[in-house]
């Protein structure tokens, strides 16, 4: 909620606040999903 706030202050509209966030996206089994995985966040 906080985060759809800011975006919300920055000029984003059409937000939503998913309850159990990213996870439960995850779990719905709705959504084609890969394992991608940012190389910036990859420790050396």
Do not use: E, H, W
């Amino acid at each position: 909620m906080i985060f759809t706030s800011i975006l919300r202050a920055r000029g984003y509209d059409n937000l939503i606040d998913i309850k159990g966030g990213y996870n439960a996206i995850k779990n719905s089994g709705k959504f084609d999903l890969t394992d991608y995985v940012c190389p910036s966040t990859l420790t050396k």
